[in-house]
């Protein structure tokens, strides 16, 4: 029987559409900090001790805020057990969800069709993004029930990967039913 010891995954969310107005957002909010405590500054007669006070704010706020707009996506994957996590900043690691991967509906390629399409009818109500950007090559989907803890009830969720040939390969020996390989897979 082939055994895998386990496999990881990472990818860095690329720097494009909401992520770059979140960035930009950002910078507004910190630009227009500064400028209402300066004028705050102003009107109070406080404008010495604020000048010392503001760069500290500000770097306090910049280390608490910006993390969240430098995620990465890590997946791994380690006796059949499928974990999704988010890194924030590279300092601080969430974990989204943990599956069986013998419990996966379907493991498909999105640039097939015929499989978005089976995708898309499975109306998934939870979806859970874990590419550098949806137009990466190699995205593939899988299709799974998630528990959900607070009703106790089980959601129909999808899951957007990058597959790599060793992910289809451990994917297709815990679910070789439900995995569909691509011809270009790397």
Not at 92 to 110: G, N, S
């Given at each position: ?11 860095s ?16 909010i ?29 770097w306090?706020?910049i ?57 898309a009818?499975?109306?998934?109500e ?11 090559p ?12 607070r009703?106790r ?11 790599t040939?060793?992910?289809l ?14 011809d270009?897979?790397?």
């Amino acid at each position: 029987m082939h055994q895998f010891s386990g496999y990881e995954f990472a990818v860095s969310q690329r720097k494009e559409g909401k992520w770059i107005a979140a960035r930009i957002g950002l910078i507004m909010i910190y630009a227009i900090y500064v400028l209402t405590v300066l004028l705050l500054g102003l009107k109070l007669r406080l404008i010495v001790p604020l000048l010392a006070f503001i760069p500290l704010t500000v770097w306090l706020l910049i280390f608490i805020t910006w993390r969240y707009v430098q995620v990465d996506y890590e997946y791994s994957i380690v006796s059949g057990t499928l974990t999704f996590t988010k890194i924030y900043g590279n300092r601080q690691r969430k974990r989204v969800f943990e599956m069986q991967l013998k419990d996966a509906v379907r493991i498909a390629p999105l640039a097939s069709e015929q499989e978005a399409a089976r995708g898309a009818a499975y109306a998934p109500e939870r979806e859970f993004i874990g590419v550098s950007s949806m137009s990466a090559p190699d995205i593939y989907f899988m299709l799974f029930e998630l528990d959900d803890r607070r009703n106790r009830e089980k959601r129909r969720a999808i899951f957007y990967f990058e597959a790599t040939a060793k992910a289809l390969a451990i994917c297709r020996f815990y679910n070789p039913s439900g995995t569909v390989m691509s011809d270009v897979s790397r």
